[in-house]
């Protein structure tokens, strides 16, 4: 792992934010997600059902005498910032709703994260359902743009040259998607990529690049702090990698 300082920019193109824990299944009952929302009412007055995310290593067949779990959004008055719990997840989003919004950084989101995380392990424990003990980590950076003034948005992103492909016949693409996957230190998981290069209906040239991490917890190896901690550097320093100096200062870049 490289010791320079991990890139930063104050003018980031970060549409999400989302972290999330996969645990062990416990005996969650709706009535469970209801008085957990009554303990963070306050914060996250908003809620919504969604359908359940499927959980990384389950069958792909299983018999149920009932139903899963809905997915539940618990959100804040501004739906900036998002709660997400099913039967075996549990996710925190960040999501920028307005061109006015400011990223708040890794650290102050991370901050909440645990946070919350913290107080559905101590409901979940103050309930007699035991300690919700982490089986999967991931984290995923969304980013989206489509239009970085002075260059193109295939200038700002790497790959994207196809003039530079020397082609003869072929016109330039009208979408481009380029996926990547690499492998994090220390048996910490995964980072894929991907790079979606799209025509909004309005004729622009927009993309859309996800950074996203995901990995075993391993408590014997690693901390939930150490994990995200990790994950996070890969995808900052990766983003900075696959992107251009060009669009750096566009972004405003920092270090």
């Known amino acids: 792992m490289t010791t320079t300082a991990i890139p930063s920019y104050s003018n980031p193109p970060l549409s999400e934010v989302a972290f999330g824990v996969q ?5 969650l009952q709706t009535r469970h997600m209801g008085q957990f929302w009554t303990e963070i009412a306050n914060e ?9 995310i499927p959980d990384v290593g389950e ?4 018999i149920l005498s009932i139903p899963p779990l809905r997915r539940v959004f618990m959100a804040t008055a501004s739906t900036e910032y998002l709660v997400q719990i099913q039967e075996a997840r549990f996710h925190h989003n960040w999501r ?17 994260f645990l946070q919350l995380w913290g107080r559905f392990s101590d409901f979940a424990k103050g309930q007699g359902l035991g300690e919700p003990k982490p089986t ?9 743009f489509d239009s ?5 948005v295939e200038r700002a992103v790497k790959l994207f040259d196809w003039r530079g492909l020397g082609t003869e016949f072929l016109p330039e693409p009208q979408a481009t998607n380029i996926a990547w996957s690499f492998v994090l230190p220390q048996e910490m998981g995964v ?4 790079t979606n290069r799209f025509t909004r209906p309005d004729g622009r040239l927009a993309v859309l690049l996800t950074l996203a991490c995901s990995g075993t917890a391993a408590p014997q190896k690693y901390s939930l ?9 890969w995808i900052v320093r990766g983003f900075t990698d696959l992107t251009t100096p060009e669009a750096h200062q566009i972004w405003k870049r920092e270090v």
Do not use: C
């Open 96 to 112: 920028k709703l307005s061109p006015d919004v400011k990223y708040p950084r890794f650290g102050t989101i991370f901050d909440r």
């Open 59 to 62: 069958p792909s067949i299983s």
């Open 191 to 194: 980072m894929n990529v991907s």
């Open 23 to 27: 645990f062990g299944a416990l005996a």
């Open 44 to 52: 996250y007055p908003l809620t919504q059902d969604q359908p359940p």
């Open 148 to 152: 970085l003034g002075s260059i193109s």
């Open 225 to 233: 702090n150490d994990w995200f901690g990790t994950a996070h550097e």
């Open 136 to 144: 999967r980590y991931e984290l995923t950076y969304v980013n989206e």
